[in-house]
């Protein structure tokens, strides 16, 4: 433990429009949500930051709630609420298993979706498939309210398109119709309890041998989770061949931008991108 | 920074702190209320040695901010055997030889204890994934997982 | 009694959470002590500050001009300073030490102590080191160097049918004991000193804190509390962080505990010397060794520690278990500025073990036979000469125990299987072995040196107590030495007792290090018992056969009494420290461990799916606390292989965070077999040998033995990364790389 631990102060909002009050304040009050992201840097002594406000039992918070076209996650949902929802289970199929990845049972007990979200990381295992799943969220202040694609959230490396004064509350994922193919993998330093070193999230449309429709999105290859919006265009409405497999790769290859850091080399991340991709795809395409 | 009056059950018992709401649970428990079966390996959320029971789930309480437990049903170690007798846990890491220098063995307990309230004859796959966060560098993890299999023996 | 797995003696407070570790303690008007560490890996020191933002006089501060005694870590070559003088070796090197008994201000007045520094050329790698260019240590950057050698290996090449050479290197590794270090230490001049710690070696540190303090022995007094790992990593480093409590408390006046949190341990305390291994075989038509010739180095970094004795052991394991008439060994270890290594299980043998089981593997390929052929053809074999000369005068079949291992595993079938299904698959499998050796005790003349001193004592309940210095970390002493006892006197398990190594109660059995507790210290446990026992018949109070009862009513009746016995060299050992031949070890283990692997060929990652250990250890003691040992030890070799890489920046370990160095969880791991064989040795305890550092030495070479196997690529260093293993199998990858540089 590297921090004063009396300069910091902490809050516990129990209510949606009490939190909302003190982060419109305008005394640098900050959300906190299950700790697994801001406790660590308190106990690495580089948490800038020092007045929090919990989040963690608000009630709105805390539910997913399913409805016709849409699932509606709050932001203070565990990984393990993900893990554990029928709902998400059978349509969302990539969300639950990165929920599955991230981190050992006590980090996914207290660990949350929103908190996932803002921490920012190009290597949070959630982004892939909220950027595959067309996850959007939305934002409360005491302005108002706003919803953003979560393909838009990231302007940049920990840079995101909200203000100190909203909340990040829920995350929406449209339900699709039945037929789409999933994918996801995420290579980590290790089996379990692993920051990952590159992680593919695909979603196919599949017409016969046609990619009608294709989300691809890759986490750790870029400063923020990337929806890789040129490669997919290579693959949508094309046949499913050999040739275009190829071509796609390529294009990904110019796409994504990877660098060598603490865990992992620029090379590697480019090569399992793009070696994932392919053998998924070659796989569909020998299954036909 | 104030500090604040914070009421926590610990293993049954209402307590009271006074503390600075900031302060990492695993503190709280060892410093203030001398329950020190709960260890600090890595202040990172990464070893599991921490692990308490918080409201019947498994935390890292190096993670948790003493803020968020107030009212909350904390379960430690100390709190595992009932009533002076070993729980079924304990006695087969005993048995099976689950516990070397005994760093990681009070995060393996509370571990293993949430995983068999979830899951009554875990196979060892799911005891792998449940203990996945709990880190052991003396046993090779091998004789903790026989311990977590026999405790969970319908005889046991 | 023993062979019986019975419960380890104290692990009810393990299952309870009531064992008392260091950071468990707390004492009346503690303070809590910090560490100010070095932020430049080579300078003087210029100027320090202390900065506002606490109040600095109420702090203890501690620098070199407060050393009582002599500023210098009592080891081998007494080199390393407690704290730094005018000049710093070494990236996180100690300079001074704060207490106050606010843990919090404590914590603010560690970011708040500004140093200035004049740097200077700092060298960070073995190369530069022996280049001799910047001279950081001595006259030549050299802690030891060792020439082993038997017969003439230069001239043996121009006969030789195949000549094999092959350059294989290991990285460092941290001992990653899930308890950091810590000690809490009370000291004035009038009453002494006392430490409280983590430690495996309380008579190391008792020593250490004698010169530190300029104080006799009986004013030092050092006690082992529970501890939560060591694997050599708490050996030699505890003289550091007790001398540094004690320092404070010293001046305090008052309790200091001093804990490091896990970033400072890694970052700043010992770890697995890194080291270098050419090796150059000469082999005849018939697939013989005619010479092996072996240049063997280590990084020692900035200060000796146990350099030259990791070395020596590294030296004498390097050709293996194999029959050679012309072996040659040159080793060097040398300094850096980097945190000094020190030990680490297996000290020194996992390394050069690594590089030699990598290399039979190349030489058996060259010379056109399987790996287990060529080794059939040449291990050795009872009444065969070592490396050093010594005579194998136990029966050894490695011929045989090779053969069931491979049998146990299954090895053909899989071959075979494997080769098949690695045609039409991304994921690769493989198998491999590895066959080998470790010695247990100290090298040579070096148990003869210890002089260990054990004695037994009878207890008022009738009972009788252990008294001994060797320390309980997990491994299993406390149970096998009471196992030894109550197995020789003929009395129930519980009835026997050990105490807490204590310095002002046991005597000096030596350090719980190199394998030799069960083995060595085992059999002084039978001697005096054995003695305890006769003494009891001779006064007339017990008669053969006789009950437990009988035999605590004896005891009652004899009063409290002690039978001390110390360590007597097994006869027919002799050593030269010069020439490096002679009787290296009382007794080898020996071991042929098979690991199978599949390498995912699109992402480089590798998974052990299954591990055989087989071993013969002489007498298994206690089923349990052994397999325990090898099934920890082979996971400690896995991440040794596969997982654990020091990233290095200024010479120090810049990923020293649990997130980004990385240790196996339980999903990392394969289903080990454990196989016992028993040769009863007569100088160990009941027959047993070593067995604690054994299982370092063989998962690295098979694991990557294996990898080869599946892959077609031989690899020959360790950790191999996934990053590795793909930019291998990945030709594009590579033409790519270079491309990106030609346009930078």
Redesign the interface.
């Known amino acids: 433990?590297?921090?004063?631990?009396?300069?910091?102060?902490?809050?516990?909002a129990n209510r949606l429009d009490e939190a909302l009050s003190f982060l419109a304040a305008g005394e640098d009050w900050s959300p906190?949500a299950?700790?697994?992201d801001l406790?660590?840097l308190?106990?690495?002594?580089k948490l800038f930051h020092r007045r929090?406000v919990?989040i963690?039992?608000i009630p709105e918070l805390r539910t997913i709630e399913v409805s016709n076209d849409l699932i509606s996650i709050g932001a203070a949902v565990t990984y393990?609420q993900i893990r554990e929802h029928p709902v998400l289970h059978g349509e969302f199929p990539l969300l639950c298993q990165a929920a599955s990845w991230t981190?050992?049972?006590?980090?996914q007990?207290?660990g949350t979706l929103g908190g996932n979200i803002v921490n920012a990381s190009p290597a949070a295992d959630s982004a892939p498939p909220l950027l595959v799943h067309d996850a959007r969220v939305r934002l409360i202040s005491t302005a108002g309210e706003r919803t953003v694609r979560y393909a838009d959230f990231h302007r940049g490396y920990k840079n995101l398109q909200m203000n100190a004064s909203e909340l990040l509350c829920k995350i929406e994922l449209p339900r699709r119709r039945a037929g789409w193919k999933y994918f996801g993998r995420k290579?980590g330093?290790?089996?379990?309890?692993?920051?990952s070193k590159c992680s593919i999230a695909l979603a196919l449309e599949l017409d016969s041998d046609v990619l009608a429709e294709v989300r691809l999105a890759l986490g750790s290859v870029a400063p923020i989770p990337m929806r890789c919006v040129k490669t997919e265009e290579a693959l949508r409405g094309k046949n499913l061949r050999a040739a275009t497999i190829e071509r796609a790769c390529e294009i990904l290859r110019t796409e994504i931008a990877p660098i060598d850091d603490?865990?992992?080399?620029a090379?590697?991340r480019a090569?399992?991108a793009e070696?994932?991709l392919s053998?998924f795809l070659t796989n569909l395409y020998d299954a036909q | 920074m104030s500090y604040q009056h914070i009421s926590l059950v610990v293993n049954g018992v209402p307590r009271v702190v006074e503390t600075v709401p900031m302060r990492r649970l695993l503190d709280v428990l060892r410093e203030d209320l001398h329950l020190t079966g709960t260890k600090e390996g890595c202040g990172e959320g990464e070893c599991g040695a921490c692990s308490v029971l918080v409201n019947g789930e498994l935390a890292n309480s190096c993670l948790m901010p003493v803020g968020q437990a107030a009212g909350a049903e904390i379960l430690t170690i100390e709190g595992v055997s009932e009533n002076g007798a070993a729980h079924r846990v304990q006695k087969a890491f005993a048995e099976c030889g689950g516990a070397q220098c005994g760093i990681c063995t009070p995060g393996m307990v509370m571990a293993s204890l949430y995983l068999l309230k979830r899951i009554v004859h875990p196979s060892r796959e799911e005891i792998c994934e449940a203990l996945a966060g709990n880190l052991c560098r003396c046993t090779g993890y091998q004789k903790i997982v026989d311990a977590v299999r026999a405790a969970a023996l319908p005889d046991s | 009694m023993v062979g019986a797995p019975v419960r380890r003696k104290e692990v009810q407070g393990k299952l309870t959470g009531t064992a008392e570790y260091i950071a468990d303690l707390v004492m009346p008007g503690m303070l809590h002590g910090a560490s100010i560490r070095s932020t430049q890996p080579r300078a003087r020191i210029r100027k320090i500050t202390y900065q506002a933002g606490v109040p600095w006089d109420e702090f203890v501060i501690v620098t070199s001009d407060d050393i009582p005694g002599k500023n210098r870590v009592a080891l081998i070559l007494d080199d390393q300073p407690y704290l730094a003088d005018d000049q710093v070796n070494h990236l996180h090197e100690p300079i001074l030490l704060i207490a106050h008994e606010n843990v919090d201000l404590l914590r603010k007045a560690r970011t708040l102590v500004a140093i200035e520094y004049e740097p200077m050329t700092p060298i960070f790698d073995v190369h530069a080191s022996l280049s001799g260019e910047t001279l950081v240590w001595g006259s030549d950057n050299v802690f030891k160097r060792y020439l082993m050698n038997k017969g003439d290996v230069d001239s043996v090449w121009e006969k030789a049918s195949f000549i094999v050479e092959g350059e294989y290197s290991t990285g460092a590794q941290e001992q990653l004991y899930i308890e950091p270090n810590g000690m809490l230490a009370v000291a004035n001049p009038t009453e002494g000193v006392t430490v409280w710690g983590s430690m495996q070696c309380p008579y190391y540190v008792h020593r250490a804190l004698m010169q530190l303090f300029a104080l006799p022995a009986d004013k030092i007094r050092v006690v082992q509390q529970e501890t939560g790992g060591a694997f050599g990593g708490k050996e030699e480093f505890p003289s550091v962080i007790a001398g540094h409590a004690a320092l404070l408390a010293w001046k305090a006046g008052k309790p200091v505990k001093l804990i490091y949190d896990r970033e400072e341990d890694m970052a700043a305390t010992t770890k697995r010397h890194p080291s270098r291994t050419r090796h150059r075989t000469a082999v005849d038509a018939d697939g013989r060794l005619l010479g092996i010739d072996i240049e063997f180095t280590i990084d020692g970094g900035a200060y000796a520690t146990l350099s030259g004795v990791v070395l020596s052991r590294g030296t004498i394991h390097a050709p293996g278990p194999y029959l050679c008439e012309n072996i040659r060994v040159r080793s060097t270890a040398v300094a850096t500025n980097s945190p000094p290594h020190g030990a680490f299980r297996g000290f020194g043998a996992p390394q050069s073990i690594f590089a030699l089981e990598r290399h039979m593997n190349r030489v058996a390929q060259v010379v056109g036979l399987s790996p287990e052929e060529f080794r059939r053809r040449n291990f050795l074999r009872t009444g065969d000469a070592t490396a050093t000369g010594q005579i194998v005068n136990q029966p050894l079949d490695l011929v045989g125990l090779q053969e069931r291992a491979l049998r146990e595993a299954d090895y053909y079938a899989k071959i075979e299987r494997f080769r098949k299904s690695n045609a039409t698959s991304a994921l690769r499998k493989g198998i491999g072995f590895a066959t080998f050796f470790h010695g247990a005790g100290f090298t040579g003349s070096g148990e003869r040196y210890l002089q260990s001193v054990l004695e037994v004592e009878t207890m008022a309940d009738g009972g009788v107590c252990i008294l001994c210095s060797m320390t309980e970390m997990g491994q299993g002493t406390n149970t096998v030495l009471t196992q030894v006892a109550a197995e020789t006197l003929g009395i129930p398990y519980d009835q026997v007792y050990i105490l807490r190594p204590d310095t002002a109660k046991v005597p000096n059995s030596g350090p719980t290090v190199a394998s030799r507790t069960s083995m060595i210290i085992g059999k002084l446990v039978e001697r005096a018992c054995l003695e305890l026992q006769g003494r009891l018949i001779g006064a007339g109070h017990l008669r053969t056969p006789y009950t437990a009862e009988e035999f605590a009513a004896a005891v009652r009746a004899c009063g409290v009494f002690r039978s001390g016995v110390q360590y007597q060299e097994p006869p027919g050992i002799h050593w030269n420290d010069e020439t490096y031949q002679g009787e290296a070890y009382g007794a080898y283990s020996w071991a042929v461990y098979v690991a199978e692997v599949t390498v995912d060929t699109l992402t480089g990652e590798t998974q052990v799916d299954n591990f055989l250990a087989l071993q013969e250890v002489g007498r298994v003691l206690n089923p349990v606390l052994a397999a325990g040992q090898i099934e920890g030890g082979v996971v400690q070799g896995l991440g040794f292989a596969l997982l654990e890489k020091v990233e290095w920046r200024d010479g120090a370990m810049a990923n020293n965070q649990l997130t980004n160095y990385i240790i196996p969880t339980t999903m990392d791991v394969p289903p080990i077999r454990v196989l016992f064989e028993e040769v009863p040795y007569e100088h160990g305890a009941l027959g047993a040998k070593g067995i604690g550092e054994l299982p370092m030495d063989g998962p690295a070479p098979a694991i990557l033995n294996a990898i080869e196997n599946a892959t077609g690529i031989s690899f020959q260093h360790v950790p191999l990364t996934p990053e590795d293993i793909l930019r291998a199998l990945e030709p594009k990858l590579r033409a790519a790389e270079i491309l990106e540089e030609e346009m930078v």
Do not use: C, W
Request: hydrophobic share 40%; charged share 15%.
């Open positions: 433990m590297r921090s004063y631990v009396p300069d910091y102060e902490l809050r516990v906190i299950g700790g697994t406790m660590v308190l106990n690495a002594g929090f919990s963690k039992s393990r981190g050992g049972v006590a980090n007990n207290q290579v330093t290790r089996r379990a309890q692993a920051i603490i865990r992992s080399t090379a590697y090569l399992v070696n994932l053998n």
